[in-house]
């Protein structure tokens, strides 16, 4: 089992992020890892029409630095005043998803922790950062929603497709981080009312459960038409502290981006999102 030797998380000094920053901070101390708090200062973009002509020359670069590592400042002196962790504060300039994406290459870090706020779907649950890190970013990514509190996690929730162009491969850092905390694994596919499954499907649930033999899990089939609605009942029906999911291999991933706000509340969730790359 590999551990959790290293953490980066991101933040924009706003009160979800806060909430995820002790979130981060309990879930560093019970893994004994490092914690790498960074700050993506955005430069303003020379399109946007709220700055005028010529504001962009007058840019004092070093200001909005100055201001940033202010800010940073504070964060340690409310948040960071008794550590019981080794953690360093990183302050640069950039576009956010890229900044992040570049610290967490340059420190090899073994998860990303992001906050979210309360939303009608997953674009916004998310927001345009986390998500643009979520699909690019080869580390997996912890999403914090802003009212979740950190417990020592127990069950763990992974939704599949049961695809055989799933790669088991990807499923590694779920067993790691199950393995960690000594949790179990539920495995949740919500398949359609009157859909056959195909061969694939049928192989690649053999292989699953091979793969998942040497930690506690269990396979649940639901039939149900919605996938977010499938996904909220289950997770409000069981016991579930983090809620897992594969964005590269899932076409429902794709499809709660595009879902009805009114419909779907799985994203008022307090519970965390991992999401794993394949």
Not at 116 to 126: H, N
Not at 204 to 219: C, G, R, S, V
């Amino acid at each position: 089992m590999k551990p959790i030797q290293s953490i980066l998380f991101t933040t924009d000094f706003s009160h979800t992020a806060n909430n995820a920053l002790v979130y981060a901070q309990e879930l560093a101390k019970s893994v004994n890892a490092k914690l790498y708090i960074l700050h993506a200062c955005r430069i303003p973009n020379a399109s946007t029409a709220a700055y005028p002509a010529g504001y962009y020359e007058a840019v004092n670069i070093n200001e909005l630095k100055l201001e940033a590592d202010k800010k940073m400042g504070q964060l340690q002196h409310d948040f960071l005043f008794s550590p019981a962790i080794e953690y360093e504060c990183i302050t640069l300039m950039g576009p956010a998803s890229e900044v992040i994406g570049e610290v967490a290459e340059e420190k090899q870090v073994d998860l990303i922790v992001m906050g979210t706020r309360q939303a009608d779907g997953l674009l916004e649950w998310l927001g345009s950062v986390t998500s643009d890190v979520a699909e690019k970013s080869t580390y997996p990514l912890l999403a914090i929603p802003h009212n979740a509190q950190f417990s020592i996690p127990k069950k763990f929730l992974l939704t599949t497709t049961l695809s055989k162009h799933s790669s088991l491969n990807s499923l590694d850092q779920v067993k790691e981080l199950v393995q960690l905390f000594g949790a179990e694994l539920d495995v949740l596919y919500i398949h359609p009312h009157g859909k056959e499954f195909t061969p694939g499907q049928v192989r690649f649930q053999t292989a699953l459960e091979n793969f998942l033999e040497d930690i506690p899990h269990h396979l649940h089939i639901v039939a149900y038409d919605d996938v977010s609605e499938g996904i909220q009942k289950y997770v409000t029906q069981n016991e579930v502290d983090v809620l897992t999911m594969i964005p590269q291999q899932h076409s429902f991933f794709a499809q709660l981006f595009r879902a009805s706000k009114t419909r779907h509340m799985l994203f008022h969730t307090h519970l965390p999102l991992l999401l794993v790359q394949d």
